[in-house]
């Protein structure tokens, strides 16, 4: 998709005799904090480009004319680094985001700005949603790739399978986040899809913050690895590594009001299922190891 011809034989072969009524893209190229400092260029390349491609391809496919739908999945990274807590939609453009995320993070907002521009300009209709972290069953348990929680699944679950003594954990853990459980990120998507038509950006997320350091002894304690009276030998810190943006957390006030959503699966319930999908499943040939 980031090349120009892709995304024609995108549009002309995906439903052949058909015409697309709403594109949904959520293809990225993204990854945890070791990921972005490795490959910015390529994170800002790919995403953009994919933006870039796929919109124009739309427009070109007469998305305006019959009241078709692009919707563009962003990101909580394009945020600015010390947005005030909790993130709202009217504060994405009061500062620059966090370094080490900040070209994959601008990138997805400029699609948010294409979309704006062509419904200014060619009354096509776009939708931006801007998830926290996800996380689930299926996702990326890549150590190369993956994003903190089933980075820490899978650390815990063969640190186990080893009997080693400690896990070691970047930065110092002071860090906070927010996670939305992946099917309640498909049904904020799916809603979003039907009843927006102009990209007004909406958070989807939970508006529960918690500290790496309180998720990392949660999932050492879900998983079995440590309990309450080991987890403080059993952990530790490698404080040399980047905690990366301080805060994370998002007002979902918007996606309340104008869409009638709200996340549904708790956190430890949503962590639970989680950790039982990657311990049936991590030796399958088609997860993402």
């Given at each position: 998709l980031t090349e120009k011809s892709?995304?024609?034989?995108?549009?002309?072969?995906?439903f052949p005799g058909q015409k697309v009524d709403l594109m949904i893209h959520l293809a990225a190229e993204v990854g945890g904090i070791g990921a972005n400092r490795e490959n910015p260029g390529r994170y800002f390349y790919a995403n953009m480009a994919m933006a870039l491609h796929l919109i124009e391809q739309?427009?070109?496919?007469?998305?305006?004319?019959?009241?078709?739908?692009?919707?563009?999945?962003?990101?909580?990274?394009?945020?600015?680094?010390?947005?005030?807590?909790?993130?709202?939609?009217?504060?994405?453009?009061n500062g620059y985001p966090e370094v080490t995320n900040a070209p994959y993070g601008i990138a997805k907002k400029a699609?948010?700005?294409?979309?704006?521009?062509?419904?200014?300009?060619?009354?096509m209709n776009g939708v931006y949603v801007l998830p926290v972290n996800l996380y689930g069953p299926r996702d990326n348990f890549?150590?190369?790739?993956?994003?903190?929680i089933p980075a820490l699944i899978r650390k815990c679950v063969e640190a186990m399978d080893r009997g080693d003594e400690f896990l070691e954990?970047?930065?110092?853990?002071s860090a906070s986040r927010e996670?939305?459980?992946?099917?309640?990120?498909a049904e904020g998507i799916l809603t979003a899809a039907e009843k927006m038509d102009d990209p007004t950006p909406m958070n989807l997320g939970t508006n529960f913050e918690i500290t790496i350091k309180d998720l990392v002894?949660?999932?050492?304690?879900?998983t079995g690895f440590a309990d309450e009276s080991t987890i403080e030998r059993k952990i530790r810190w490698d404080s040399t590594k980047p905690d990366g943006q301080p805060r994370r957390c998002l007002d979902v006030?918007?996606?309340?009001?104008?869409?009638?959503?709200?996340?549904?699966?708790?956190?430890?319930?949503?962590?639970?299922?989680?950790?039982?999908?990657?311990?049936?499943?991590?030796?399958?040939p088609d997860a993402r190891m």
């Open positions: 892709s995304r024609e034989r995108l549009y002309a072969s995906a739309a427009r070109i496919d007469g998305f305006a004319d019959r009241g078709a739908k692009f919707l563009q999945v962003g990101t909580i990274c394009a945020y600015p680094n010390l947005t005030p807590i909790p993130f709202k939609e009217e504060n994405l453009w699609a948010w700005q294409m979309l704006d521009a062509y419904k200014l300009q060619y009354d890549n150590l190369h790739s993956s994003h903190v954990v970047w930065g110092t853990g996670f939305l459980f992946v099917e309640d990120a002894h949660m999932i050492a304690k879900l006030t918007r996606a309340k009001e104008l869409m009638g959503w709200q996340a549904k699966v708790g956190f430890e319930e949503g962590l639970k299922r989680t950790i039982e999908w990657f311990r049936a499943h991590r030796n399958d």
